[in-house]
């Protein structure tokens, strides 16, 4: 893996001073830390700069962090992004309370790991069955559905799509680790 940073990225960042409207995109989602290497390489287009930034799905929502983290480290992972699901992982693990049992059950464990209830194994479930055959099956809609209201499963269907397409760009383009980044386990 140590070749994954030295790697340089397919397309570079846009170019500096970014625009005003998309500095202040940027600002609010990284709260005085520098920008991430995948903001200011889609920063190169506007139009896909903010159409990108608007399928964001990191605020407040129908789903808890804990959840919302669940499927984006299960996405990711099971995509191979290790760039994205090591800023995730970094980033959001503790504020979502996963444990690093449950973080490298994410990474390469099961629904079946003793450390999830019911309902997160529910979660990795679908996260595995959009992977596997981009549907659901009815058991696990109606298991999931008990649980979650309409909104909340349109929210974990657009999330795990959305991680999805995160995870073509971050491996597509090649990005190089972000500072501080957790890696995949060995």
């Known amino acids: 893996m140590d070749s994954y940073k030295k790697r ?3 397309i570079g960042p846009a170019a500096e001073p970014l625009p005003d409207d998309i500095q202040q995109a940027i600002d609010a989602i990284m709260r005085g830390n520098p920008p991430l290497r995948l903001f200011t390489t889609m920063a190169r ?3 896909l700069f903010f159409k990108f930034f608007a399928s964001g799905l990191l ?3 129908n789903l808890s962090i804990r959840q919302r ?7 990711t992972a099971s995509c191979g992004a290790e760039y994205e699901w090591g800023v995730h992982v970094a980033v959001f693990a503790a504020k979502a309370g996963l444990t690093e049992e449950q973080i490298l059950s994410l990474f390469s464990g099961g629904p079946g790991d003793e450390c999830w209830t019911d309902d997160e194994r529910d979660l990795i479930r679908l996260c595995d069955s959009l992977h596997n055959d981009c549907t659901v099956d009815d058991k696990l809609w109606a298991d999931l559905s008990a649980r979650h209201s309409g909104e909340a499963m349109l929210e974990l269907l657009m999330l795990a799509g959305t991680y999805r397409t995160v995870s073509y760009l971050v491996n597509s383009l090649q990005l190089p680790m972000e500072t ?3 890696r995949f386990p060995s």
Do not use: C, P, Y
């Open 8 to 10: 340089s990225a397919r």
């Open 180 to 182: 501080g980044a957790r």
């Open 59 to 61: 605020d407040r929502g």
């Open 69 to 75: 983290e669940i499927v984006i480290d299960r996405v």
């Open 45 to 47: 287009d506007r139009r």
